[in-house]
């Protein structure tokens, strides 16, 4: 009887157990105290053990098994060992036990019983004396035969029975057998041997492990030797060994991905060439990357998720698709199937990956998606019923909706149909027998118009498109049938032969000429006024009419639109030139057509008519003369002509505008007919109001209006606008004028620019006579005060009052000459200068000047700049300009950049008469000029700085030296901050002579910087 065995070490662990022992323990633990698990006490029979003999049995009484409950009872029987381990049998207990009883019966009735468990283990034993006799054999087998050691043989008796290899091949000799080891007294632990019984090819791998234990009975020493059969999983190593060369050789050559993966840190530890081509990477590269680096971020969550519900739910294999991302980051799709391999979450389990590249398959399936996607909403959307009947049984396997609906059949009641059961009786065959004839004639479609029976019992007339499909060797295996319900169109036959009577009849009657063509333009029907019309002519079909009726220099026009009627259906429609039935002269016609359709759309004929027009075209040609030239007159107009009407709720609508309204207001004509207001929108906030109140006036008063006002303009900016309209009209209450919009933002600009000039002039002449004066003045006392400090003591007490006098007259003959210059009363000294040398001389000043918070940027153009100006004046105007860049910067990271260059011209004029400028910016990035100040900014004694830091002459100056030279300062400030002023000086022709040139003297050499700034 199969019985649970165990082999304890002498604390009670377990080192090795049979199957039964196993499950008898169940869920306890394993190793560390499973004889307590079982209700054992183990340090009292570890106790024991170590106090008994060896070779002993510890018989233990019967305690509950804990798992089985108190109804089953275990008997714990224990042999001591050599080294105190025991050899532990578990079995149920009898009803009453003697513990006591130590008679020859009882042991050999103990032998007999232990007999019958060792033959029941899982390991087989082996017992015999140190003699080699073979005192028992349990469980022992070799090459799927009962072993053929018995009790009594002598294990020398074996000698040659067998052959015995370890695991290398190496062949063991037989002083080298487990058994002859053991008898020599060395220790066989853990040997594993194959054996083969030398007359049986079939042997196994065996494991060996020897103890030597004492005969309770004769004190005799023995080897008892335990023999684990491990034929089957050894076969299994060499069977893995033999198929890794085989996997690798498949791995790197396989035409599919293979992976393997670190599954506690997903990072690749292999892979074969497959894989590095699908995604680009060098093996090298791949290992040092993890799955996530190379899964498409919206697959990683998903990839990760299946992952954990694998390791989660046990299952050791799992397949999925997803995206891997490419060395150069495009996509591939992939069937990946993973096999996990060793404990989930441990440092040596490994995930082994086969990797498909299904993006092709994806692409094709995609594709394949779509067309079905398509078919089935062309389908399901069609105009038309659309079905499939397999053949040549003619059930009915797909029909869309639309099918259904016309025949009042759901679509689940028409799939249980028969072709021939919705077929109107009398039409029953047709369909087969034109699809015969179809075949015969080696064609796969064919029309035809039949009767089809509805659910209710209606009858409709359809028109079928039918496509025959065949098989290989073309057997007709199903119908693809279109079918069009023509019901209202044969309706309309009916009732079109009815109406063509009244139609003829109502065309007699009317006095225009009334034509009825075919499809192609063959003449089917004309009315009695038609013939009179067109006597005397003939008519083509391909050329239409031909002389003497049709002007000769409209026939062609007239057959070019008959043709192109023809040829795409569109209504004809021609203006012609048509003789006089008496041949006296020529009329003019027109003739229109529109084509009749059936109820498929096809056409199925053309009606005209042709109407006498010739008054009505002579008035359009005298209009059409009147209108152009209005509209020359218009285009010339220097403003935009327009008409407005205003109605009794004064609301505006432009009834006419020319076509110069887009450039004047940046409004299309279309706009401002459609939304009037829209030119209100765009008016200056500050002039609407008076804008309004003077139209509105007119309005009221029946009268013309004049006004000017700003407009917005989303390119050009402010511009000013002039209105100049007269009363047309007044009908109803509605108000209608007729004016002339005109921009005169340029002459407004050339009046302010006078009067500011004017002005200029003005203040310039008080300044400098006021300036001379004035220096006259300070000469004198600027004079005396060097001449007493001369002579006077440093130490004088009014030494210091002297020097601050002659300080003050300093700074005010400074001030004098500034505005001597203003005023251009200063002596000028131009000559010809080079702006780029003139600039970069004075660079290491001009940082000194900004100061160390301020840093200046020099871009000089690469090309000679020359020019005729004063250097000291142009110094002056280059210093005080950079003072105001300083001064307008209050960070600490301020940048002023002095820029050169060649300006093409600031005007369209300029640059149409070819003006040529010297350019010299200062650009600066502190906070800018208010526009309120900007306009300002050069009038003399204006400045926007603090009291006491400026004297509001920097500017007023730069502009009079720079007028002086001919040119000309521009400034601009930045919305976001800065401003940028230029100097524009008339460029010199290098090859132009200079006023110096010529003359024997050189230049005179450039004065020194003075405290004039």
């Known amino acids: 009887m199969p019985t649970a065995c165990g082999w304890f070490s002498a604390t009670g662990e377990l080192l090795h157990g049979n199957d039964l022992l196993i499950d008898l323990m169940g869920e306890r633990p394993a190793r560390e105290a499973p004889l307590r698990s079982l209700g054992f006490e183990v340090d009292e029979l570890a106790s024991a053990a170590a106090q008994s003999a060896v070779g002993s049995v510890l018989r233990r009484q019967t305690c509950p098994d804990a798992l089985a409950g108190a109804a089953r009872r275990l008997r714990l029987d224990a042999r001591v060992l050599l080294d105190h381990s025991l050899l532990c049998v578990l079995t149920d207990a009898p009803p009453e036990v003697d513990p006591g009883g130590d008679s020859v019966a009882e042991i050999k009735s103990e032998r007999d019983r232990l007999r019958g468990i060792l033959d029941s283990v899982a390991a087989g034993v082996v017992v015999m004396d140190f003699s080699g006799t073979i005192l028992g054999a349990y469980s022992v087998s070799c090459g799927g035969q009962a072993s053929p050691l018995r009790p009594g043989d002598m294990i020398h008796d074996h000698k040659g029975a067998f052959d015995v290899r370890l695991p290398s091949g190496e062949a063991v000799p037989f002083e080298e057998w487990p058994y002859l080891r053991m008898m020599n007294g060395r220790p066989v632990e853990d040997m594993l041997l194959c054996v083969r019984p030398v007359d049986n090819p079939s042997g196994g791998w065996f494991r060996y492990n020897g103890s030597v234990v004492q005969d309770t009975t004769t004190g005799q020493p023995l080897i008892v030797m335990t023999v684990r059969d491990e034929t089957d999983s050894q076969q299994a190593f060499s069977a893995l060994r033999e198929s890794e060369e085989r996997y690798r050789t498949l791995f790197e050559n396989e035409s599919v991905g293979l992976t393997v993966v670190d599954a506690y840190t997903g990072r690749y530890v292999a892979a074969n060439n497959r894989f590095c081509e699908m995604l680009g990477y060098r093996h090298d590269e791949l290992v040092r990357l993890t799955i996530g680096d190379v899964t498409h971020p919206e697959d990683r969550e998903r990839d990760v998720a299946r992952y954990k519900q694998a390791v989660t739910d046990g299952v050791r294999q799992y397949g999925m698709e997803k995206r891997f991302l490419k060395k150069d980051g495009t996509c591939v799709w992939a069937w990946l199937e993973a096999v996990m391999r060793g404990r989930s979450g441990a440092n040596s389990a490994h995930a082994y990956g086969i990797v498909i590249d299904i993006t092709a398959k994806k692409q094709a399936a995609e594709r394949l998606r779509e067309s079905e996607s398509r078919f089935r909403a062309v389908l399901e959307n069609a105009a038309v019923g659309v079905f499939i009947a397999d053949l040549p049984s003619g059930k009915i396997r797909l029909a869309n909706r639309q099918l259904a609906d016309m025949l009042h ?399 003050a007259a300093g700074r005010g003959s400074a001030l004098t000459r500034q505005l001597l210059t203003f005023s251009r009363r200063q002596p000028h000294q131009p000559r010809e200068l080079e702006l780029n040398e003139q600039v970069d001389s004075l660079s290491k000043l001009l940082q000194r000047l900004a100061g160390n918070s301020v840093r200046c940027e020099f871009v000089l153009d690469a090309q000679p700049l020359p020019v005729l100006a004063d250097p000291v004046q142009l110094e002056q105007a280059l210093f005080n300009l950079v003072v105001n860049a300083r001064d307008a910067i209050s960070s600490s990271d301020g940048v002023v950049v002095i820029k050169t260059g060649v300006n093409q011209g600031e005007t369209v004029e300029e640059r149409l008469a070819g003006v040529r400028w010297a350019e010299l910016s200062v650009t600066d990035n502190g906070a800018g000029i208010a526009k309120e100040a900007f306009d300002r900014m050069f009038e003399p004694f204006f400045t926007t700085k603090e009291a006491n830091k400026g004297t509001g002459l920097g500017l007023a100056v730069v502009h009079g030296i720079v007028e002086q030279c001919g040119g000309k300062v521009v400034g601009r400030s930045r919305p976001e901050g800065g401003a940028t002023f230029r100097i524009l000086l008339p460029l010199r022709d290098q090859h132009t002579t200079s006023p110096n040139d010529g003359s024997s003297e050189p230049h005179p050499p450039r004065p020194r910087w003075s405290a004039d700034l």
């Not at 407005?644 to 409004?667: H, Q």
Request: proline content about 4%; charged content about 30%; aromatic content about 8%.
């Open 409 to 807: 059949y759901s679509q689940d009641e028409i799939l249980k149909l028969n072709v021939g059961d919705i077929a109107h009786p009398d039409d029953r065959g047709r369909g087969q027998l034109e699809a015969k004839k179809t075949l015969e004639r080696g064609e796969r479609h064919f029309e035809i118009d039949k009767r089809y029976r509805c659910k209710d019992g209606a009858i409709k007339w359809v028109t079928l498109s039918i496509a025959i499909q065949t098989d290989d060797l073309g057997t007709p295996t199903e119908a693809i049938s279109v079918v069009r319900d023509i019901t209202a169109r044969k309706v309309a036959e009916q009732r079109l032969r009815d109406s063509e009577a009244r139609f003829r009849g109502l065309a007699e009657s009317i006095p225009a000429a009334v034509w009825v063509a075919e499809p192609d333009g063959r003449l089917r029907y004309r009315n009695q006024r038609s013939l009179e019309l067109y006597q005397g002519s003939h008519f083509d079909d391909v050329s239409g009419w031909q002389p003497p009726v049709v002007h000769p220099n409209d026939i062609g026009r007239r057959n070019a639109a008959w043709s192109r009627s023809l040829s795409t259906g569109e209504p004809y429609e021609v203006e012609m030139r048509i003789a006089t039935p008496e041949q006296s002269g020529y009329r003019w016609m027109q003739s229109r057509a529109v084509a009749g359709r059936d109820d498929s759309g096809e056409i199925e004929g053309w009606y005209g008519t042709t109407t006498d027009i010739h008054d009505l075209k002579i008035a359009e040609q005298e209009l059409q003369r009147e209108r152009d030239r209005f509209m020359v007159t218009a285009e010339a107009s220097p403003g935009v002509l327009n008409s407005v009407r205003f109605t009794s709720d004064e609301s505006m609508e432009f009834t006419y505008l020319s076509p110069g309204i887009y450039e004047l207001t940046g409004l299309t004509p279309s706009q401002l007919q459609s939304n009037a207001y829209a030119l209100r929108d765009r008016v200056h906030p500050d002039d609407l109001k008076p804008f309004r109140e003077a139209v509105l006036t007119a309005v009221r008063e029946r009268t013309g209006w004049v006004h000017q006002f700003r407009l917005l303009h989303p390119e050009r900016g402010e511009r000013w606008l002039e209105g100049r309209y007269s009363l047309g009209s007044v009908e109803d209450g509605v108000v209608t004028q007729h004016g002339v919009l005109s921009d005169v933002t340029e002459s407004r600009r050339l009046a302010d620019r006078l009067r500011d000039t004017q002005k200029m002039e003005a203040i310039g002449r008080l300044a400098g006579g006021v300036a001379h004066d004035f220096n006259n003045l300070l000469a004198v006392i600027l004079g005396e005060a060097e001449l007493q400090l001369e002579s006077m003591d440093p130490d004088a007490p009014t030494h210091e009052t002297l020097s601050i006098i002659a300080d």
